[in-house]
């Protein structure tokens, strides 16, 4: 099974986008690199002010001081305990289970040399190399916009970002609107999935009113891959998490460099100015603290009474979107005011954020 698996992923023609065919491992990593470079890049943003000034601060001090305890051994443990131990390695080539299994004999080094990055006291650059990866996302894929990159983070990297996520996620459902359903504890997305079958169930049985609704879905292009830095870390701030925290994330997400596999072959390596990895167990979670300054610009407009939403139940409760990580579903009035309405909403996100 692997090696058909092998057979059936390896790369035999890619097209550039002006239509030049290539056909060799080397044409192909070229290619790909100049791709993700080109991806990876920051663009020029709009003027985040009006958002900034939008986001309300929702992490209490005390949320603060938990996030900024001393970090522990225990932690170090729990994190690796909790890690797959047959997933895919990172450029050194050790999977997890080989920490797990002799744990006892190198596990004081891990730790302290794990415990030595989070306290400052090293540098994230040397385990923060990373391999991406191409899954074809369909059948015989000829340009790269028709592949998933997918970040091979190295394990000691994982343990570090694992502990990370397991203090950040405790607060995040006191941080991130209700309407988001994904990675949130407590929450689950098949909750989102119920409420807009309900909404539509709502919708199709309406037979009175002068004013209809609509239902908009977005599915953001390279959502991950497109996060701007600045943006992530004004959103941060906005939202009151203390500056050392902010800079331990921004460390995380910043001093990655990447190399592009292919056909068992690796790229030159690159560094990034945007973006947040496939593969990286910190990126859903900064993913969704970005999607709350989308949250509050509908929001805003809701309060406003410029888009009303959809109404459901006989309470005549409305909802105006729904979030599902990068994908969402929107509801307005259908109507010319109400399309407008939307349509600057998202193009002000896209204009801050880079989505």
């Given at each position: ?43 020029e ?59 006892h ?15 400052r ?17 369909v ?9 998933c ?66 239902a908009l879905k ?64 910190l ?10 300054g ?18 459901i ?31 600057d ?6 204009m801050?954020?880079?989505?």
């Amino acid at each position: 099974m692997a090696v058909h698996r092998q057979l059936h992923s390896r790369i035999t023609e890619l097209e550039d986008g002006s239509g030049r065919c290539f056909s060799s491992t080397e044409d192909y990593l070229k290619l790909a690199t100049n791709y993700f470079i080109s991806l990876f890049s920051a663009s020029e943003m709009g003027l985040d002010d009006h958002v900034f000034g939008l986001v309300e601060k929702k992490v209490a001090e005390s949320m603060n001081e938990s996030l900024l305890k001393a970090f522990l051994e225990e932690e170090i443990v729990s994190a690796v305990k909790m890690m797959e131990p047959l997933k895919v390695p990172g450029v050194n080539g050790f999977p997890v289970m080989f920490l797990q299994r002799y744990w006892h004999i190198i596990g004081p080094k891990i730790s302290s040399y794990c415990l030595s990055i989070l306290r400052r006291e090293s540098q994230f650059q040397d385990i923060n190399r990373t391999h991406i990866v191409l899954l074809p996302k369909v059948e015989k894929p000829r340009f790269l916009s028709q592949f998933c990159p997918i970040s091979l983070c190295t394990v000691m990297y994982k343990i570090v970002a694992k502990v990370v996520v397991n203090r950040m996620s405790t607060i995040l459902g006191e941080v991130i609107d209700e309407a988001q359903g994904a990675f949130i504890p407590g929450r689950l997305i098949s909750d989102n999935v119920l409420i807009a079958y309900e909404i539509f169930h709502s919708l199709k049985r309406k037979k009175t009113g002068n004013t209809g609704n609509f239902a908009l879905k977005l599915d953001m292009s390279k959502a991950y891959d497109r996060v701007e830095w600045d943006f992530l870390a004004g959103m941060m701030t906005k939202l009151d998490f203390h500056t050392d925290w902010v800079v331990l994330v921004m460390r995380c997400v910043c001093s990655v460099s990447y190399s592009v596999s292919l056909n068992g072959d690796c790229g030159k390596w690159f560094s990034p100015s945007r973006g947040l990895r496939q593969g990286d167990p910190l990126s859903p979670y900064l993913f969704l603290i970005c999607a709350e300054g989308f949250s509050t610009l509908l929001v805003e407009e809701k309060q406003k009474g410029l888009m009303k939403g959809a109404p459901i139940g006989r309470e005549r409760l409305s909802i105006n979107h729904l979030f599902f990580t990068n994908d969402c579903i929107l509801f307005g009035d259908a109507s010319y005011e109400g399309a407008c309405v939307v349509r600057d909403v998202i193009r002000e996100y896209e204009m801050i954020s880079g989505q």
